[in-house]
């Protein structure tokens, strides 16, 4: 009774101090059917309160029944950048900006806080930390061992009700892309519950290296069969990058398992090598056979490809080109402003008819410039440490469980590179699906790095 007591409240707070974080964070969670948002600030403070008292309540629980010790040196950073960003709100003045579009055209737009946009920002920048610390130190030593796998069988049971969710609202997207039909048909991905198809690609990416990982510690069949199947979705979304990152990492993956398994049973995998090889050649001829045969085909690769006509690269350099004319004219070493500087940003954009049409956002499709943009150098020098916390221990790790290691090695390269195109921050997410990319790989790695090191120990002792 008193173990399921235990896990009742230990999960209940950290359930209720994420949600009501992200509940903070309302404006910058890309649901497309959004109750949270326009929230007023009696909302928001009876929210902030909630979250602090679970929070604190979530610390206590744990330092006095699960001799839980907070990282002195991961309090210490948060708090200093926090206040550093909070000085930082507390000082933004009305301001004109000057921008000079793609095309040359310069503009001038004025850009300032009221008193409750700046309270807003505040309070979500607050919030961001906490999840961050939550996920960072708190959720890695407050899950037991038997405990993580449900964890990963819930996040994957997310991914496919959004999964379930797509059917429903995108069948019409389904159809056009399984016929080709449809004069947008890069406007056909699929986006389930979210505005963006690079959002649900995201998770859905996610979905796959849980997918991974539940098969890289237990080996069964159906993981496999279920990476595939998590696959055949991501394509749907012709979320490009998502779809790149996740092929290279499984694949990478899957040819070192097959490679250390190949002696335990020489036979069967030389059937599933030249199975895999037979049916990757089956596609490729039957893509160049369409290609070459059918017009509509080629000019609906294309379209995916160039969306509305415009490089996906290009359209990238537009929004970085303004993200740095917003810092010199605000403050590269300090930022622009937590928060915000996307609403500077989404002013810049929709300035210019053209970049309005491509980049209609206030993301810089970037986590690093992106944390620059926000938070300035001391932001984007926690977001760098915070990362290579993670790559110490990581190397560390290695030689105790490399396979685990490498598995985790391959997706942290992954999604730091997915961040260089798309503004995905693992460390310091401001939005739902990145909050649920940082849990699994940060939160996972740091759980698996603690388990096993403990194990160690008590296998010492004895």
């Known amino acids: 009774m008193r173990l399921k007591l235990d896990i009742i409240l230990r999960y209940a707070l950290m359930l209720i101090t994420a949600l009501a974080g992200l ?25 902030l309160c909630l979250c602090i008292l679970s929070f604190g309540a979530l610390i206590f629980y744990l330092a ?17 950048v926090f ?15 000057n921008i000079v579009a793609p095309g040359g055209t310069a503009y001038s737009f ?30 890695p030593k407050a899950v037991k061992k038997n405990e993580f796998k449900y964890i990963l069988y819930t996040m994957l049971a997310i991914v496919y009700v959004l999964i379930i969710c ?28 979210f505005p963006h198809k690079t959002v649900y690609g995201y998770v859905v990416m996610i979905g796959g290296f849980i997918s991974l ?24 979304s012709l979320s490009k ?34 199975s895999v090889l037979g049916a990757i050649l089956l596609l490729v001829v039957i893509f160049a056979v369409l290609m070459i045969a059918s017009a509509t085909v080629r000019e609906k690769v294309k379209d995916i490809i160039n969306p509305s006509g415009y490089n996906t690269f290009t359209t990238r350099v537009w929004i970085w080109n303004y993200a740095f004319a917003i810092l010199k004219q605000t403050s590269v070493s300090l930022g622009a402003g937590m928060f915000y500087f996307g609403s500077v940003l989404k002013q810049a954009n929709l300035m210019d008819a053209e970049t309005a049409i491509v980049n209609n956002t206030s993301q810089t499709h970037n986590a690093y410039i992106s944390m620059l943009a926000n938070g300035g150098v001391p932001l984007l020098t ?21 396979n685990l290691s490498l598995f985790y090695s391959l997706v942290l390269v992954a999604l730091l590179v997915y961040g260089i195109f798309e503004a995905a921050p693992i460390m310091l997410a401001t939005s739902a699906e990145h909050i649920l990319g940082g849990a699994f790989v940060v939160s996972g790695l740091l759980f698996h790095v603690r388990q096993n090191n403990e194990e160690q120990v008590s296998s010492n002792s004895n």
């Open 64 to 80: 006095k029944w699960h001799k839980y010790k907070p990282s002195i040196i991961v309090i210490s950073g948060l708090s200093l």
């Open 241 to 274: 990058l998502a779809i790149i990152i996740f092929f290279v990492v499984a694949v990478a993956y899957l040819v070192y398992v097959f490679i250390t398994t190949y002696k335990e049973d020489p036979k069967k995998h030389k059937i599933i090598l030249f």
């Open 110 to 139: 004025e850009s300032h806080l009221t008193s409750f946009e700046r309270f807003k920002y505040i309070v979500q920048t607050l919030a961001t930390f906490a999840i961050a610390f939550l996920f960072i130190d708190i959720f």
């Open 382 to 402: 926690l977001y760098i440490l915070l990362i290579a916390l993670v790559v110490v221990v990581l190397t560390k790790h290695f030689k105790k469980d490399f």
């Open 23 to 47: 509940w903070l964070l309302a404006d910058h969670i890309y649901l497309m059917v959004n109750p949270l948002r326009g929230l007023y600030q009696h909302e928001i403070i009876i929210i």
């Open 83 to 97: 206040i550093i960003l909070l000085i930082r709100l507390l000082v933004i003045s009305p301001q004109t900006f």
């Open 213 to 236: 990982l539940l098969f890289a510690k237990e080996r069964k069949w159906y993981w496999l069969a279920n990476v595939g199947i998590i696959f055949v979705h991501l394509l749907f």
């Open 166 to 193: 797509s059917y429903f609202v995108d069948f019409k997207s389904y159809i056009n892309l399984i016929t080709l039909k449809g004069g947008d048909i890069n406007g056909s991905g699929i986006k389930s519950v």
